[in-house]
Nanobody, 123 residues
Framework: QVQLVESGGGSVQAGGSLRLSCAAS??????MGWFRRAPGKQRERVSS???????SYVDSVKGRFTISKDNAKNTLYLQMNSLKPEDTAVYYC???????????????????WGQGTQVTVSS
């Protein structure tokens, strides 16, 4: 059974750090990513990583967030530094075996999704 379980969310002051984890079971995924939905906004892809190690980031987090994956543990991470109030959102892990999960036209696509973890950054 496919399952993605996020952890590591919480409340932090601006400038602080958090590390999100996503434990995957059921399959080994070639593509994984982190998404977020901020209050009143559409879900967006924050970062993704593929099996060859290539990564992508949305401009607003470049230089502050780092995505990584421990293949032995089948766990995805998102290290978030220099957090800002605008990073406040529910963060989701997504995975797929054939393409990098993405969002387009207000919809997000990927075969498997976690339940989300709340990140709140106060000023």
């Amino acid at each position: 059974q496919v399952q993605l379980v996020e952890s590591g969310g919480g409340s932090v002051q601006a400038g602080g750090s958090l590390r999100l984890s996503c434990a995957a079971s059921g399959h080994t995924y070639s593509y994984m990513g982190w998404f977020r939905r901020a209050p009143g906004k559409q879900r967006e892809r924050v970062s993704s990583i593929s099996t060859d190690g290539s990564t992508s980031y949305v401009d607003s987090v470049k230089g502050r967030f780092t995505i990584s994956k421990d293949n032995a543990k089948n766990t995805l991470y998102l290290q978030m530094n220099s957090l800002k109030p605008e990073d406040t959102a529910v963060y989701y892990c997504a995975a797929d075996r054939t393409f990098a999960p993405y969002c387009r036209g207000g919809h997000c696509f990927g075969s498997y999704w976690g339940q989300g973890t709340q990140v709140t950054v106060s000023s």
